[in-house]
T-cell receptor, first 114, second 118 residues
Framework: AQKITQTQPGMFVQEKEAVTLDCTYD???????LFWYKQPSSGEMIFLIY??????QNATEGRYSLNFQKARKSANLVISASQLGDSAMYFC???????????FGPGTRLSVLP | DADVTQTPRNRITKTGKRIMLECSQT?????MYWYRQDPGLGLRLIYY???????NKGEISDGYSVSRQAQAKFSLSLESAIPNQTALYFC?????????????????FGPGTRLTVT
């Protein structure tokens, strides 16, 4: 079974608008971490934001926020005020337990339109 | 200077050749990982190492081997390369102290090695 599901292979958003990238996960662990990474066309993987399973508040980092709904096992990334430089692949990832299992979703390609 | 470096950055090799990809880090992290990325499949874990004497197979270890020469160095070898090993390979590091509650445990990635097997 897929541990991380990203149902949107591609998304388009108009510059300056907000966009939500979906991520659902599957784990039986009580302690886990959820991550989002950005991969621009240059290829590097850039860490964006983290949410711990015991964190009661949604994580925020600048224009990025993580909409964490534990009961639904979803961890959607919200990008506010999209910029052209946000065009990239976005990967949701999960660390289970003490980190021996770190899995990535298939990614969503975001295109920001001028 | 980059915290996680990979050499080579690009490599073209022939079927059956042995090839080694190298990773070095200056972050002082104890954990290191090797992933491969194929289009549409995200990143898949090949091997991971929690310290110099602890090496573990990941999801897709067949056809690969690794060596953790020091805390800062983790090498990936393809003993006999085949065309379906053509991919983008990433090395990553993380800090176990992050998992034990002093941080988040996020992984930091090298720039990647693009390997083509003809």
């Amino acid at each position: 079974a897929q541990k991380i599901t990203q149902t949107q292979p591609g998304m388009f958003v108009q510059e300056k608008e907000a966009v939500t990238l979906d991520c659902t996960y599957d784990t039986s662990d009580q302690s886990y971490g959820l991550f989002w990474y950005k991969q621009p066309s240059s290829g590097e993987m850039i860490f964006l934001i983290y949410q711990g399973s015991y964190d009661e508040q949604n994580a925020t980092e600048g224009r990025y926020s993580l909409n964490f709904q534990k009961a639904r096992k979803s961890a959607n990334l919200v990008i506010s005020a999209s910029q052209l430089g946000d065009s990239a692949m976005y990967f949701c990832a999960m660390r289970e337990g003490h980190g021996q299992n770190f899995v990535f979703g298939p990614g969503t390609r975001l295109s920001v339109l001028p | 200077d980059a915290d996680v470096t990979q050499t080579p950055r690009n490599r073209i090799t022939k079927t059956g050749k042995r090839i080694m990809l190298e990773c070095s880090q200056t972050k002082g992290h104890d954990r290191m990982y090797w992933y491969r990325q194929d289009p549409g499949l995200g990143l898949r874990l090949i091997y991971y190492s929690f310290d110099v004497k602890d090496i573990n197979k990941g999801e897709i270890s067949d056809g690969y081997s690794v060596s953790r020469q020091a805390q800062a160095k983790f090498s990936l070898s393809l003993e006999s390369a085949i065309p379906n090993q053509t991919a983008l390979y990433f090395c990553a590091t993380s800090d176990s102290k992050g998992v034990r509650g002093q941080g988040t445990g996020e992984q930091y990635f090298g720039p990647g090695t693009r390997l083509t097997v003809t």
